[in-house]
């Protein structure tokens, strides 16, 4: 799959990918690490210990994240001891993405948006960091926290983002009630589509 097509994905299915991707193969690339790092052993024996520990952490996110989908409630003690022991990894992240996906499609927005918050404290990675700001912004857009959702998109840098970026700030503005600021925002939008994109722009701003 060629870039382009990559960041033509929504934003759900951008994260699931690579999510998807993390847990298919992170296990034998970590794999091959630790077989290098075993080469030697002095030096290396520290290179030894941190890819047994993400292995481990590899197979302890699979098998918590199974057993969480399969019934969130009974397992949350599950989750728990799992973002204890992997606080501040990539694979904790995923799983607080995880539970505050849950919590909004429980309307349960003021939890989704604590876990976010935790989420993107924690979140080292530029593409994860973008991910938990949009839904952050989702969940203050849900909230009325218009101008706190504004202030998410707008520390979105990465211009692979920028057209659902502006799309979804339009909507906000419209939402707020700054019927000026959002007519200028949809015309800016209109001006860079064409066919059904454009005639969705046109709709938005005459039911200003």
Do not use: C
């Amino acid at each position: 799959m060629d870039t382009e097509q990559y960041f033509n994905k929504t934003e759900e299915q951008q994260f699931e990918e690579a999510k998807n991707w993390f847990k298919e193969n992170s296990t034998p690339i970590l794999l091959a690490i630790f077989v290098f790092a075993t080469a030697s052993f002095g030096w290396n024996f520290w290179k030894n210990h941190q890819a047994e520990s993400a292995i481990q952490a590899s197979i302890s996110y699979q098998a918590t994240i199974e057993a969480y989908e399969q019934d969130p409630v009974k397992n949350q003690p599950l989750v728990a001891k799992f973002l204890e022991e992997e606080k501040g990894t990539n694979y904790a992240i995923f799983m607080q993405l995880e539970e505050a996906k849950n919590d909004v499609a429980k309307a349960d927005f003021a939890t989704a948006k604590s876990r976010l918050e935790v989420a993107l404290n924690e979140a080292k990675d530029p593409s994860l960091q973008a991910i938990i700001r949009f839904r952050l912004a989702a969940v203050n857009f849900q909230l009325k926290e218009f101008d706190a959702a504004l202030a998410q998109l707008e520390q979105i840098k990465d211009q692979a983002w920028q057209a659902r970026k502006q799309l979804f700030a339009a909507d906000v503005l419209a939402a707020k009630g700054d019927k000026e600021a959002a007519k200028s925002a949809y015309e800016q939008i209109k001006a860079k589509t064409s066919g059904q994109e454009r005639e969705l722009i046109e709709l938005k701003i005459n039911n200003l």
